[in-house]
Structures are given as structure tokens and as C-alpha cells.
């Protein structure tokens, strides 16, 4: 499913506007991967075993997306002649990582958290080479400004990472000072 969605995406990337979007995704998904989300894992009981498995399926698309875009993203800087292989060289490697590495990279992440924070920040830099390398912007940037891909690369990784710290504090703020000033007392 993974490869191909991300030949399609790779595909539709080419068309007008559609890049920025997916930029925002890119940065939407980086955020959400730094806010604590220990309270979205709970695991509800499904009425039927057809029921369950929709809900996996589904879920297993909404989390595919992710992965499609940011291999679209990184594999679209690469020359034309090789973005489907390293499309599928890159899906290869993730898949595999996905299904049989996801209990010790869950360790590595817990012992070091920098590592979550790098991969949001990796999600920023992509979203903003891809936003500058649209094609319905990417002339302008060209001719406007040098070194735009690296410019808000390198901002949009920051905007990710402060952003999503900002959020994640804010929401610990929240939880700890709801409930006192709920409080009848």
C-alpha cells in the first residue's frame, strides 16, 4: 500500500499548489510528532472482528500517509531518472523498520527523546524545500531568492521544533492547572 501511494503521491507532487499542501502536512505531522500523546494511545474494544479490522486498515492508511510523504519529499530533490527507485529503496527500508524494528526504536526514542525532536525537525527541513520547489512558486523563488530551499528548510525546522515544545508545554500547563481552577473550592 505504502509504494504505491507514494508513486501516486509522486505523481501528484507535479501538479500546481498541490507541493504546498503537502508541505503543510509535512509540518502539521512534525508538530504533532513532538506533542505527548501517551492519552491518544488507549486502545478501545471493537464490536466485531470485521469492525476491528476496518479500523486497522484505516488506520494503517491515515499512517502510511505520513511515511508517503516525507519519502515523496525527500526523494523528489533527487534527479528525475532516479526518484522511483529510491522511492522504493526508501519505502524498502521503512517498511521493514516499521514492522520489525518498531519495539527497539521505541526504546532508543524513550532513552534518547532527541531523536523524536531531529526526525520533527527532518519533517520541517522537507516541508520547506518542498513549499519553495512547487510548481506554481518555484520560478518566482528562483529568481527572488537564492537559496530558498535552504532558507526555509532550515526555518521551517525551527518553526516545527518551537511550535511543537511550545504546544506540548502549554498543554502540560493546562492539564496541571485545569483541574484547580475547576476546583468548587
Known amino acids: 500500500m505504502r ?11 507535479q501538479v500546481p499548489y498541490l507541493k504546498i499542501l503537502g508541505a503543510l502536512a509535512l509540518l502539521w505531522i512534525g508538530i504533532q510528532l ?17 469492525a476491528a479490522i476496518r479500523t486497522i486498515l484505516i488506520a494503517d492508511l491515515v499512517m502510511s500517509i505520513d511515511n508517503v510523504i516525507a519519502v515523496a519529499a525527500a526523494a523528489s530533490r533527487a534527479p528525475e531518472a532516479y526518484r522511483l527507485v529510491l522511492l522504493i529503496i526508501g519505502l524498502a527500508t521503512s517498511i521493514p523498520l516499521i514492522i520489525i524494528g518498531s519495539t527497539l526504536l521505541m526504546k532508543i526514542m524513550e532513552r534518547f527523546p532527541i531523536i523524536i525532536t531531529l526526525g520533527a525537525a527532518l519533517l520541517g527541513w522537507l516541508a520547506g524545500e518542498m513549499f519553495v520547489t512547487d510548481p506554481a512558486i518555484a520560478a518566482w523563488f528562483k529568481a527572488n531568492l537564492p537559496h530558498a530551499d535552504l532558507i526555509l528548510g532550515i526555518g521551517c525546522a525551527l518553526l516545527v521544533v518551537v511550535v511543537g515544545k511550545w504546544l506540548r508545554h502549554r498543554g502540560a500547563h493546562a492539564k496541571v492547572d485545569g483541574p484547580m481552577h475547576n476546583s468548587p473550592n
Open 3 to 13: 509504494i504505491v501511494l507514494t508513486i501516486v503521491a509522486v505523481q501528484m507532487l
Open 34 to 50: 513532538l506533542l505527548d500523546t501517551e492519552e491518544e494511545g488507549e486502545v478501545k474494544e471493537l464490536g466485531t472482528m470485521g
